[in-house]
């Protein structure tokens, strides 16, 4: 914008909305071995992985609607970690940060673990909204390029998520990260299962602009369909 006494410019950042409600997004990324595959592009999964998250942040912090976003963020192997504690969207959270999975890990799929890891997180969110403030709700997004190496509890591990006293307020989203011409029926099968929505909440995916994509769009229909912009 220009002052028309001065002639001077001025810039306008992004305008914030206030917030209406509070969004856990934990982005549960796979951390295997198999991470290391390539993928479109010329790079890794591990890399498009990386890439996307740091995509996805960069749109939200640009968003008007940034202020009503927390984000965390879960690796996993055969064993799960916190690879970013929840981080409201601003200043604070790293959209030039290293998300890349396979820090620290390069195993197996354990799948179950890695929710459990979030569900920690995500009930001390929901457990943190004050009385009276704006509603708190959660999305967990699951991202594996296969199927886990105990389906069974990881089944048992989303149903209880899913059937809990908070159950309502927690969406499961999950995205096959695939190779073109493979065909991991497991891998589908399970993920879909263990989505809330086996069918708009689950999604087979081979880049990491595909995956970035359905992070957004899933965490969008999670919060009522607002617009992220």
Known sequence: MENA???TTFEIGTISTPKQFAQLGVLIVDGSGSMKEQTAGGITKAQAT???IRELFTRFKESRVRSN???AVVTFDHNARVRMQPTE???ALDDNGDYDPLQGHGGGTAIHAALEEAETLVERFLQSAPPGGVPHSAVMLVMSDGVSSDPVRTRAVADRIKRGANGQRIKIACAL???LGSNDVA???LLKEIASDP???????YSGDALREFFK???SAASGGIQIG
Do not use: P, Q, R, W
């Not at 069918?199 to 995916?205: F, I, L, P, S």
């Open 199 to 205: 069918v708009m909440g689950y999604k087979t995916v």
């Open 177 to 179: 990260l695939s190779t």
């Open 89 to 91: 969207c601003g200043d």
């Open 5 to 7: 006494d001065s002639g």
């Open 217 to 219: 769009a899933s965490i």
């Open 69 to 71: 976003f927390t984000f």
């Open 50 to 52: 990386n890439n996307s």
């Open 187 to 189: 891998g589908e099968t």
